[in-house]
Each structure stands twice: as C-alpha cells, then as structure tokens.
Nanobody, 116 residues
Framework: QVQLVESGGGLVQAGGSLRLSCAASGSIHTWHMGWYRQAPGKQREWVATITSAGLTAYTGSVKGRFTISRDNARNTVYLQMNSLKPDDTAVYYC???????????WGQGTQVTVSS
C-alpha cells in the first residue's frame, strides 16, 4: 500500500509563493511523480510531472511559475509555486505511478487559496 501525504497548502495573496510537499511511504527513486489540482466545480487537471530520471513537464498555465522537484533520499516531491494567481486556487493532489506494478496512487490533497 502506497501512501502519499501532501502538505504546504494555505491562503496566500496574488503574486505570492507556496511550496507544496508530498511525502511517500516508500522509496520513490523509480516512481514517476506528479501534481494535479481540482478547482471547485471543475474536473481534476494535470499540473506537473517529474519522471524517475528527473525529466519535468508542466501544463501551459503554470509554465515558468511552478517548479516540480524530487528528493529521492527523503522520498519527497515538491511543487514550488511562484507568482500565484487566483485561478491557481484548488485542491492540489500528489500522484505516484510505479512502473511494472501498475500502481497509481493519490494523496488526500492540500488546499491552496489565492486571494486577489
């Protein structure tokens, strides 16, 4: 059973920054990790991915503002969010995809609210 625990969410003014963390219960060095978000009344959307090799990808609306990173020694993935906008308000979820096993695991989410 893979457990992912997000933290770091909160209330911030537009233009501010937050860093989200996702702590995993296992060794993540072979896992592909991602962040998703779900705003009220909207479907969950992909935000960013970091592969086991450290390759990153971002959805267009956050490119240049958000940075995903990983610390395999700490089994933790981060999402640094800068220049936050009210449209970034959502519950942010961590996702882990474990190759070969087919395991696709989600955290419980952390709320990010950006005030204008």
């Amino acid at each position: 059973q893979v457990q992912l625990v997000e933290s770091g969410g909160g209330l911030v003014q537009a233009g501010g920054s937050l860093r989200l963390s996702c702590a995993a219960s296992g060794s993540i060095h072979t896992w592909h990790m991602g962040w998703y978000r779900q705003a009220p009344g909207k479907q969950r959307e992909w935000v960013a991915t970091i592969t086991s090799a450290g390759l990153t990808a971002y959805t267009g609306s956050v490119k240049g503002r958000f940075t995903i990173s990983r610390d395999n020694a700490r089994n933790t993935v981060y999402l640094q969010m800068n220049s936050l906008k009210p449209d970034d308000t959502a519950v942010y979820y961590c996702n882990a995809q474990i190759p070969i096993t087919g395991i696709d695991s989600w955290g419980q989410g952390t709320q990010v609210t950006v005030s204008s």
